[in-house]
């Protein structure tokens, strides 16, 4: 059988009752798990590449290919078994998607992929886009070196310095105030190339979930309002209860504008800064459905995951409207123990989800992972109700039962 499979951009990938289609998604986190399940619901199988048959989307999932997200013969397989391929995290190797892209249709593309994997070509690509976009990113400068430290501008400072590729969640940055911070964080990071931004008055963070099919049309969810602990997502709040309608305008003409050019086919998420002025920043852009888009499963028509399976598929986009205020929180490993985050890691048990289920709204989604640990994402909790102050009541329950300190 020949790896290579034309894909007219015109044609729909629909799924046959006597022969399933088959969709590709490379890794196996928990967002190949919820993509598997939308996927499956909508008619077609899913193969997964991933290192670890024992992964979150390899629990569901009707194949996985065990292999590493390079390697050759892993990449054949997927390509000849499947219609078209998207991955779930944005650190596969563009080398990877390229080909890929030879032998079935790609959504997103490793082009749009490459961007979002290194700071920055991602903060050139949002300067370029600017007169598009109408925002630009904060101030920054690359460090690739101490006659880069000594060269910084003294606006800059303080800042955060961050890796050029391979950070999320907070890893790869440190916040410093001075060159000498920067410089000690530098050569802590053993000298890799790094970003650093200038600290800005920040009033809230706002992330805006996009999609765009291959036909160029996009559409737009509901402005989040998410509030980070330690670099991690820990709420999502929709509507945003900060967010005014010019700046929610403002942030979705923006991403329209990115996805544009860029380009893009799939789903993308934007973060941006909300100033203490009111003006907005661009922040960085994460290639794939996004921690803080969960709430659609929940509370929107279309859910992220069932907007990446048909972008893939080559489908008319859903409905985006949200029919239920909202708010999400991330469970992370800390609660498997006794109090919570400043808990004894010895003492692991079972959390209280009878409790969490008996409250109002409550839609719990467990990742399936074994091994609890601190700062791990295990799940998510998100709550619905008639009113955002009554999911937002529901939340703060949730979080005397799982000992999380508001």
Same mark, same amino acid.
């Given at each position: 059988?020949?790896?290579?499979?034309?894909?007219?951009?015109?044609?729909?990938?629909?799924?046959?009752?006597?022969?399933?289609?088959?969709?590709?998604?490379?890794?196996?986190?928990?967002?190949?798990?919820?993509?598997?399940?939308?996927?499956?619901?909508?008619?077609?199988?899913?193969?997964?590449?991933?290192?670890?048959?024992?992964?979150?989307?390899?629990?569901?999932?009707?194949?996985?290919?065990?292999?590493?997200?390079?390697?050759?013969?892993?990449?054949?397989?997927?390509?000849?078994?499947?219609?078209?391929?998207?991955?779930?995290?944005?650190?596969?190797?563009?080398?990877?998607?390229?080909?890929?892209?030879?032998?079935?249709?790609?959504?997103?593309?490793?082009?749009?992929?490459?961007?979002?994997?290194?700071?920055?070509?991602?903060?050139?690509?949002?300067?370029?886009?600017?007169?598009?976009?109408?925002?630009?990113?904060?101030?920054?400068?690359?460090?690739?070196?101490?006659?880069?430290?000594?060269?910084?501008?003294?606006?800059?400072?303080?800042?955060?310095?961050?890796?050029?590729?391979?950070?999320?969640?907070?890893?790869?940055?440190?916040?410093?105030?001075?060159?000498?911070?920067?410089?000690?964080?530098?050569?802590?990071?053993?000298?890799?190339?790094?970003?650093?931004?200038?600290?800005?008055?920040?009033?809230?963070?706002?992330?805006?979930?996009?999609?765009?099919?291959?036909?160029?049309?996009?559409?737009?969810?509901?402005?989040?309002?998410?509030?980070?602990?330690?670099?991690?997502?820990?709420?999502?709040?929709?509507?945003?209860?900060?967010?005014? $309608?010019?700046?929610?305008? #403002? !942030? &979705? +003409?923006?991403?329209?504008?990115?996805? *544009?050019? %860029? @380009?893009?086919?799939?789903?993308?998420?934007?973060?941006?800064?909300?100033?203490?002025?009111?003006?907005?920043?661009?922040?960085?852009?994460?290639?794939?459905?996004?921690?803080?888009?969960?709430?659609?499963?929940?509370?929107?028509?279309?859910?992220?995951?069932?907007?990446?399976?048909?972008?893939?598929?080559?489908?008319?986009?859903?409905?985006?409207?949200?029919?239920?205020?909202?708010?999400?929180?991330?469970?992370?490993?800390?609660?498997?123990?006794?109090?919570?985050?400043?808990?004894?890691?010895?003492?692991?048990?079972?959390?209280?989800?009878?409790?969490?289920?008996?409250?109002?709204?409550?839609?719990?989604?467990?990742?399936?992972?074994?091994?609890?640990?601190?700062?791990?994402?295990?799940?998510?909790?998100?709550?619905? $109700?008639?009113?955002?102050? #009554? !999911? &937002? +009541?529901?939340?703060?329950?949730?979080? *005397?039962? %799982? @000992?999380?300190?508001?």
């Amino acid at each position: 059988m020949s790896d290579s499979k034309p894909s007219s951009p015109l044609l729909s990938i629909l799924p046959l009752a006597e022969s399933p289609t088959w969709l590709g998604v490379m890794g196996g986190g928990q967002l190949g798990r919820m993509f598997a399940h939308a996927a499956q619901s909508m008619g077609y199988r899913v193969a997964v590449l991933e290192p670890t048959v024992k992964c979150p989307a390899g629990q569901v999932a009707e194949h996985v290919v065990e292999a590493s997200y390079d390697d050759a013969t892993g990449l054949h397989d997927l390509a000849v078994q499947c219609e078209a391929v998207t991955t779930e995290f944005e650190n596969v190797p563009a080398s990877s998607l390229e080909y890929l892209e030879k032998r079935v249709f790609v959504a997103p593309n490793a082009s749009c992929v490459s961007i979002a994997q290194d700071r920055i070509a991602e903060k050139r690509f949002f300067v370029e886009c600017a007169p598009h976009s109408g925002v630009m990113p904060a101030p920054h400068a690359t460090i690739a070196s101490h006659a880069d430290i000594d060269a910084i501008e003294d606006d800059l400072l303080p800042g955060i310095l961050k890796t050029v590729r391979m950070g999320y969640d907070g890893k790869g940055q440190v916040r410093v105030r001075t060159r000498e911070d920067v410089r000690a964080a530098f050569d802590a990071m053993n000298g890799v190339t790094c970003l650093l931004e200038k600290m800005l008055p920040l009033a809230y963070e706002v992330s805006v979930l996009t999609a765009r099919g291959h036909d160029g049309v996009s559409v737009v969810y509901p402005i989040a309002e998410n509030v980070h602990r330690d670099g991690i997502l820990f709420t999502t709040t929709v509507p945003g209860p900060n967010v005014s $309608a010019a700046c929610a305008k #403002q !942030a &979705q +003409d923006a991403a329209t504008a990115i996805v *544009a050019q %860029l @380009g893009y086919v799939g789903v993308l998420c934007i973060e941006f800064f909300v100033l203490a002025d009111g003006s907005l920043v661009v922040n960085e852009m994460a290639p794939r459905p996004h921690n803080s888009g969960h709430y659609t499963i929940d509370a929107c028509v279309t859910s992220q995951f069932a907007q990446q399976v048909r972008a893939m598929a080559r489908l008319p986009l859903g409905e985006v409207r949200q029919h239920s205020p909202a708010v999400m929180l991330n469970i992370l490993g800390d609660v498997w123990f006794e109090g919570g985050s400043e808990g004894d890691a010895t003492a692991a048990r079972e959390p209280a989800w009878d409790r969490i289920l008996a409250l109002p709204g409550a839609n719990l989604h467990l990742y399936g992972k074994d091994d609890p640990r601190r700062a791990r994402k295990m799940g998510h909790v998100t709550f619905v $109700a008639p009113t955002l102050e #009554q !999911a &937002q +009541d529901s939340l703060r329950q949730a979080c *005397a039962i %799982l @000992g999380i300190t508001e």
